[in-house]
């Protein structure tokens, strides 16, 4: 599996933001689940969001909890992340992953700036 992701930016204290994350390769239809990391400068990778490929089973972190929002374009083979209210502590790369087991390594893709000022 590819994974291309895309909608990064600089925003201002508040606004939105949408990222998509595009899968290709014949292992697509072995996808079990999508999701969303972030990276901060000098901080470790840490967990944002995740979906069953179905769609079902959105699960968050608590710090993005009623603000994101992750859901599955079936006709792109992407994920996607609507992230709301954003504030400068959500400043990171953005990486999406996908899984094609429960107890998998996860597949990386490349990431996607984040910036948010305040």
């Known amino acids: 599996v590819q994974l291309q992701a895309s909608g990064g930016g600089l925003v201002q204290d508040g606004a939105s933001l949408r990222l998509s994350c595009e899968a290709s390769?014949?292992?697509?239809?072995?996808?079990?689940?999508a999701a969303w990391f972030r990276q901060a400068p000098g901080k470790e990778r840490e967990f944002v969001a995740s979906i069953a490929w179905n769609g079902r089973n959105p699960n968050y972190a608590d710090s993005v909890k009623g603000r994101f929002t992750i859901s599955r374009d079936n006709a792109k083979n992407a994920v996607d992340l609507q992230m709301n209210s954003l504030k400068p502590e959500d400043t990171a790369v953005y990486y999406c992953?996908?899984?094609?087991?429960?107890?998998?390594?996860?597949?990386w893709g490349q990431g996607t700036q984040v910036t948010v000022s305040s």
């Open positions: 390769g014949r292992s697509v239809s072995g996808i079990y689940k």
């Open positions: 992953a996908t899984t094609i087991g429960p107890h998998t390594a996860w597949i």
